[in-house]
């Protein structure tokens, strides 16, 4: 972009940060960068600019790059979660195009800043991951950079299993592991108990650590891991309040790509364009919302389900829709039969070498896309016991929903799991018509 496209660019941010406002939006401040497609590319694959260095990352900013050179991909933008918040545009995309875009990121901020799901995020998240980034850089410095990225490999290996909730119960502190101290004994206790002649004890904690199935993972490997250091401790918590930072992002991805797109369009339909802009418009509009066969376009999804929505009640109802739901509710609540026969959604699967039509009874497509979302598609693993066979072993069991672990992909993990816990490690699961427990002992693998 020349200083020309810049300053019509820089005055249209204005008209459409207006027209937003009369539409109903009310998002955060936010402040636009435009940046060339390498930039683009970095941010994209490290999710925050600035965040700590691991070789996934340099993986998938390869393959970003690879796919925008070959011409089967493009990132249009990346907007940062914060208050305010802070969008990159292309610098290569026209001026139109970077102005739909600047509708889109309004419409995602707007809904970070209002969906339930939002409300717990770090805003200053983006200064957190520098500061983050730096401990770690200091942690390379002091115990070498094969070490730490080694360490790394094991706590990113289980990122996704953390719990986000507003509240977590406390867990008792298995054996080996630092344990809170005492509650402090004062002159004035008895004076809680008239008529004994001293305070009943405490009911004994039950052996069993957890008392109940905890699937916060990475948390309970931080507060009961045996032998880890100081600084493997503080890694372990980087890696999971970042992880909690982008939980909501994946839990909403639907509804707000989906938002996000029934904003632009509203934007810039209100706006004064002329004929070419609008040709323009209508052909990147149609490009991002392109409906595939074999997997689901966000944008399209959810903005169908949006515009059904304002169709079937008013615009109060879309805003409450917005705020209240996740992937997973969006769906089960307002993906209808009219819908699944409009957006021609069915199950398939491979057969031989050809991919077959197997359902397209709604209710069925609707169930699988949810079951699909749930955990967004991980495996959902909880611990079970932290002192298994009273010797400190971890024992974690796979919630079977249908779906068969990877074996290869989950004794590698298993791996990776003991270098983190200490001891040996076994995991429950379904294979076929059995139950097995998978265990690591640091030497080999055994199934039962």
């Known amino acids: 972009m020349d200083q020309r496209d810049v300053a019509d660019l820089e005055a249209g941010l204005q008209e459409i940060w207006d027209t937003a406002a009369q539409l109903g939006l009310d998002p955060y401040p936010v402040h636009f960068e435009v940046v060339p497609a390498p930039i683009m590319h970095e941010f994209g694959a490290y999710g925050l600019p600035g965040r700590f260095s691991h070789w996934t990352y340099g993986r ?4 970003l790059k690879t796919l925008y050179d070959y011409g089967l991909s493009k990132i249009y933008e990346l907007v940062i979660n914060t208050n305010p918040a802070y969008a990159f545009l292309v610098d290569t995309n026209s001026v139109l195009q970077n102005k739909v875009v600047v509708a889109h990121v309004l419409g995602h901020v707007d809904f ?5 799901y939002f409300q717990l995020t770090n805003r200053q998240m983006l200064e957190g991951a520098s500061v983050n980034a730096e401990r770690i850089r200091q942690y ?29 119960r406390s867990t008792p502190t298995a054996a080996g592991s630092r344990r809170p101290a005492p509650a402090r004994e004062t002159p004035y206790d008895d004076l809680f108990y008239v008529g004994s002649e001293r305070p009943p004890e405490p009911a004994a904690a039950p052996h069993q650590v957890p008392r109940e199935p905890e699937r916060d993972l990475l948390l309970f490997i931080a507060e009961h891991a045996r032998g880890l250091e100081d600084w493997q401790l503080d890694v372990v918590h980087i890696v999971r309040a970042e992880q909690l930072y ?41 490009s991002v919302l392109s409906p595939s066969r074999r997997q689901l376009n966000p944008y399209y999804l959810g903005m169908k389900l949006f515009e059904d929505i304002e169709r079937r009640w008013d ?39 050809e991919w077959v039509v197997v ?41 079977f929903e249908g779906q068969e672990l990877e074996i290869p992909y989950a004794t590698r993990t298993l ?17 076929g018509e059995k139950s097995a427990v998978l265990s690591f002992d640091g030497r080999e693998h055994t199934r039962k």
């Open 246 to 286: 982008f939980r909501p992002q994946m839990m909403t991805k639907i509804i707000n790509e989906g938002w996000a797109a029934f904003c632009h369009a509203r934007i810039m339909r209100a706006m004064d364009l002329s004929a070419s802009d609008h040709l323009e418009f209508s052909r990147m509009h149609a």
């Open 415 to 431: 791996e990776q799991v003991f270098r983190l816990w200490g001891r040996t490690v076994h995991l429950a699961t379904q294979l």
């Open 359 to 399: 359902d397209k009874d709604w209710e069925k497509v609707r169930d699988s896309l949810t079951r699909a979302l749930t955990n967004f598609g991980q495996p959902y693993i909880v611990v079970k016991d932290g002192d298994f066979k009273s010797n400190g072993e971890l024992y974690l069991e796979h919630f």
């Open 315 to 353: 615009s109060d109802k879309v805003k409450e829709v917005r705020e209240l739901e996740s992937d997973v509710s969006f769906l089960r609540n307002y993906l209808t039969a009219e819908l699944v026969e409009e957006l021609d959604l069915y199950l398939y699967e491979r057969k031989g070498n």
């Open 140 to 168: 390379e410095f002091r115990h070498g950079s094969r070490e730490v990225e080694s360490f790394l490999d094991a706590v990113l290996s289980i990122q996704e299993h953390v719990e986000f909730s507003v509240r977590r």
């Open 60 to 63: 998938a900013y390869q393959q």
């Open 112 to 116: 970070f800043k209002h969906n339930a």
